[in-house]
Structure formats: structure tokens, C-alpha cells
């Protein structure tokens, strides 16, 4: 994969400590996990997880699918995907005031398209930021909340 600019030299490297697997959350050595994730609660993580659980197969199947397979749907979902991608790295690039904690939670949004949903609608403290990137002329939060309830059809 190519190297994210905006985050260069904030990513860090842990063994994958908590995670999902189908319709499991599996947690191991937690305490030790949370010890590199200083202001993150076990609440959170659980959270992240969860989330993972509902929205990440959806995600996978997009990115592992041809184009021509995808239905309109999935193909407008995907291009409103790499389009907020694309905003967020514009805005870690033109923001320098973003905390570190809050640039490597967006940056993994960019790098992980699975994470797009779990970490922009679970995580406070990236919510809070989202609240202030402008995306056609709503929130970059607004934005990926609209997606998520179009997609997964929790919209009236």
C-alpha cells in the first residue's frame, strides 16, 4: 500500500489484540492492548467491534468485488466511500492542529475502508473532528451517518 502522508511516523505497529472474526468478538491480553490506546475505555473497544460485526462484511464484499458485479447501489456506496477518503486526507494534510491520537483514528479510516464506518461513527473523539470537515455542504459525520442508514436501509 502506498504511504499515507498525513500520518507518517504516527502509525504504530501491535499485535492484533482485539478484534472480530464472523459473529465473534475475541479480546485477548486486553489489559495489555489498552495500555497503547491511553483514554480509550474497554467500552469503546467493545463498541468498535460490535460495529465491525455489522458493517464490515457489507464493506469487504465491496472492495473484493469486481465493479461490473456491483449493483448501482454498492457502486454508489463505494465512490461516496473513496470520496470521503479522499476529503479526509485532504483535511489531515491542510489541519495541522489535529490532535495525533484523533490524525491516526482518521488516517486508519482512509487506509481501512472497513474502518470508514466503525471508527467515524463509534469513536467521540473522531466524531467530534468529522463534525468540522465540510463535505458537501454537510458534516463529513452527517455525511457517513446518511451513508450507513441509506445502505443498511435504516432510513425511512
Request: net charge negative; glycine share 4%.
Amino acid at each position: 500500500p502506498q504511504e499515507n502522508k498525513a500520518t507518517k511516523g504516527l502509525v504504530k505497529k501491535v499485535d492484533v489484540q482485539a478484534h472480530y472474526s464472523k459473529d465473534l468478538i475475541i479480546m485477548s491480553n486486553i489489559d495489555e492492548f489498552m495500555k497503547g490506546y491511553p483514554g480509550t475505555s474497554l467500552e469503546q473497544v467493545v463498541a468498535h467491534e460490535a460495529s465491525h460485526l455489522i458493517t464490515s462484511s457489507t464493506v469487504h464484499k465491496l472492495m473484493d468485488t469486481k465493479a461490473s458485479d456491483l449493483t448501482p447501489d454498492e457502486t454508489k456506496l463505494l465512490e461516496e466511500i473513496k470520496d470521503i477518503q479522499a476529503t479526509l486526507k485532504e483535511y489531515l494534510l491542510s489541519t495541522p492542529e489535529v490532535s495525533d491520537h484523533v490524525r491516526s483514528r482518521i488516517s486508519y479510516m482512509i487506509d481501512n475502508a472497513p474502518e470508514i464506518f466503525t471508527v467515524g461513527l463509534a469513536e467521540g473523539d473522531v466524531i467530534r473532528e468529522l463534525k468540522k470537515i465540510k463535505t458537501r455542504n454537510v458534516s463529513a459525520y452527517e455525511r457517513l451517518e446518511g451513508m450507513f442508514k441509506k445502505f443498511f436501509k435504516l432510513d425511512n
